[in-house]
């Protein structure tokens, strides 16, 4: 084998020397020779004999994982069970643990948990399979192989994220979306995933630049955008806005390309926003019909963001609104207080009128600026016919008149 120590023996005594050697390359059929230190043509041989390795001292890759790999993609790396000096140990067959940096790994299929690989003959993987999954996306990533208290690791690589699998959907900054008013933008972040929850920041499937953008929905159907901006590094802060004022409001996001791969936010509440107007409709709302002069009829009154929300603050105590109309006979001029946001008013116009139009605005006792104002439909107002009161003679009669002769007068039933 070329490496038996020492070279030189003691010296002889009565012609015999025991001498203790070691040879550090394991090998079948070594030979020992030596030769007179002198001469050199006086030798002798030893029998052949078989150097076997010694005990266990470290793991050796052969094959190192190059990288970068894409997460639960297989990585083939051939390892030897060596003694101190280097030797295989041919007849190490046992099970080794091995594990990674990540955590991840596995052997025999993506996520399988499988931490333990069997050497055969002191080789792990002579075939050089790609058997060893990770499914963590990291640099820096190193294997290390342990039997008791031997363990060593490979050199350093990549794992870049897989394909497109998932989006996250989350307050800007990560976690839960808070609840948000309907007149106030609020920023998220899309995050895009593979299907082992890596983020889509790096390698051939980097979720980044033109063309990776989201529709954005929502189960109200009022938010803006609807299409998010570019991605950058697998992620998008968007500024979005719901205007419709709605409990368990969740925000869907789907992969413009593919329309396929989706996510979807938690569920929050959108309030209304500030109070910007009011509407002003029948009692039990749309369109006030015709009325009749002197007759109270029932309105109702309602506080408004600039979206139409409901004003619920807009409640109680100050919270009142000025009432006028077209014809400037209409009372009360001052509403009732507001309760969650609501009055119904009885009302009464005391004169006619073609297209009537009541108007309110806010009396700037309570939540209100006195700037806030609305209008309802216009509608008519006419006399009451059933409701007669008097006669008037328009034109009276003067006379004298002559017998049978005719007389002329005009009448109003009032």
Do not use: C
């Not at 499914?135 to 897989?162: C, L, W, Y």
């Not at 001052?334 to 009128?353: D, H, K, L, M, N």
């Amino acid at each position: 084998t070329g490496t038996i120590l020492p070279v030189v023996s003691g010296v002889f005594t009565a012609g015999v020397r025991t001498e203790n050697v070691a040879i550090t390359q394991a090998q079948a059929g070594v030979v020992i020779d030596v030769d007179d230190s002198v001469t050199g043509l006086i030798t002798g041989s030893s029998n052949a004999f078989d150097v076997q390795a010694g005990v266990l001292d470290h793991f050796r890759f052969e094959t190192q994982p190059a990288g970068p790999y894409i997460a639960g993609t297989g990585i083939a790396v051939r390892i030897w069970a060596e003694d101190a000096n280097n030797n295989i140990k041919t007849g190490y067959t046992q099970g080794v643990g091995i594990s990674d940096s990540t955590g991840t790994i596995g052997e025999g299929a993506p996520g399988s948990g499988d931490t333990r690989i069997t050497f055969n003959n002191g080789v792990y993987n002579g075939g050089l399979a790609a058997n060893l999954f990770i499914t963590q996306a990291a640099v820096g990533i190193q294997m290390t192989v342990t039997d008791g208290a031997v363990n060593d690791s490979s050199n350093a690589f990549e794992v870049q994220p897989a394909v497109l699998d998932s989006f996250g959907v989350e307050a800007q900054g990560g976690g839960n979306i808070a609840n948000q008013a309907a007149d106030t933008a609020f920023s998220i972040d899309i995050t895009a995933y593979d299907q082992y929850g890596n983020v889509l920041d790096v390698g051939p499937n980097a979720y980044d630049g033109a063309g990776d953008t989201v529709d954005i929905s929502d189960s109200t159907g009022t938010i803006l955008p609807v299409v998010s901006g570019n991605f950058a590094a697998g992620v998008r802060t968007e500024s979005v806005q719901v205007t419709l004022a709605q409990n368990n409001v969740s925000i869907n996001v789907v992969d413009t390309a593919t329309t396929t791969v989706s996510g979807n936010s938690n569920n929050f509440n959108v309030g209304p926003g500030a109070l910007a107007q009011f509407s002003v409709e029948a009692s039990g709302g749309g369109v006030i019909p015709d009325q009749l002069v002197n007759v109270s009829f029932d309105i109702r009154i309602t506080a408004e963001d600039a979206f139409g929300n409901k004003v619920v603050a807009f409640d109680g105590a100050g919270n009142t609104v000025d009432i006028a109309d077209t014809t400037t006979t209409i009372v009360p001029v001052t509403s009732g207080v507001f309760t969650a946001g609501v009055r119904t008013e009885s009302v009464t116009i005391t004169a006619p009128q073609v297209g009537d139009v009541i108007t309110v605005t806010d009396s700037a006792g309570g939540l209100g600026t006195g700037a806030e104002t609305g209008n309802s439909n216009g509608f008519d107002v006419s006399v009451n016919p059933a409701a007669l009161d008097h006669f008037r003679f328009e034109t009276q009669p003067v006379g004298p008149y002559i017998a049978g002769a005719g007389i002329a007068v005009r009448i109003y039933a009032e």
